[in-house]
């Protein structure tokens, strides 16, 4: 069974300090990991993805991820927050069912506060 | 390339009325998925296709509720009769292209807000 868990809602952070969204996961398979950013009014765009290649994933904007097979984590990091990255963030694993087929579960998201 | 393009941006309409939401993927992709977004249930998948075809519409809501998707390029959300809990933004997101398919990122669209009075 597939399952992402996004283990805080809401995450408040300073302009210049760091920032780290938590994701877990849960998969049969070797499964494909993304992040990805939605801000208000706007459809959700690709942060990053990570496909069994490079455990550490950069992605755009300063953001990079780190798969861990060991933890099934696969945590969202930036060295220091913009007030440009106030945004709800969404954790999805991606695998291929029994049919052949993709398979997407995507996490309840954490809105990411930026304090300036 | 356009990305996905989703119409309208904005629907209101009385309850009771039917509802056509559009999408058109990114060509060359094989993969289209329907989601609706409210705030109480946050980002729901309620069908997708492959090919064309419907490979899983267990999230759609009940038999007010259809989709099709007559060609690789055009795909429609029907909702028949709406109902005020019908309001939500609804997302069209696409994905393919060379590779596994379970690699391959989905591209949304902006995404329709329906509001239904």
């Known amino acids: 069974a597939q399952s992402v868990t996004q283990l805080d809602s809401h995450v408040s952070v300073s302009e210049g300090t760091p920032v780290l969204l938590r994701c877990n996961y849960s998969?049969?398979?070797?499964?494909?990991l993304f992040w990805y950013v939605q801000h208000p009014n706007k459809g959700l765009q690709l942060l990053l993805k990570y496909t069994s290649a490079a455990t550490l994933v950069k992605g755009i904007n300063g953001f990079e991820a780190e798969f861990k097979k060991s933890e099934t984590s696969f945590h969202l990091t930036k060295p220091s927050a913009h007030m440009s990255d106030a945004a709800e963030y969404f954790c999805v694993v991606s695998e291929r069912n029994s049919g052949g087929y993709q398979k997407v579960t995507f996490g309840i998201g954490t809105k990411l506060q930026v304090i300036p | 390339d356009a990305g996905v393009i989703q119409s309208p941006r904005h629907e209101v309409t009385e309850m009771g009325q039917e509802v056509t939401l559009r999408c058109k993927p990114i060509?060359?992709?094989?993969?289209l998925f329907w989601y609706r977004q409210t705030m109480m249930r946050g980002l729901e998948l309620l069908i997708y296709?492959?090919?064309?075809?419907?490979?899983?519409d267990s999230g759609m809501p009940e038999d007010r509720f259809s989709a099709k998707m007559p060609n690789a390029s055009f795909s429609t959300l029907k909702i028949q009769p709406s109902e005020p809990r019908d309001s939500a933004v609804y997302f069209c997101?696409?994905?393919?292209?060379?590779?596994?398919?379970?690699?391959?990122?989905?591209?949304f669209g902006d995404g329709t807000r329906l509001s239904i009075l």
């Open positions: 296709f492959n090919n064309n075809v419907p490979i899983d």
């Open positions: 998969s049969s398979y070797s499964p494909s």
């Open positions: 997101a696409s994905s393919g292209g060379e590779g596994a398919p379970e690699d391959q990122p989905q591209h």
């Open positions: 060509s060359g992709h094989d993969y």
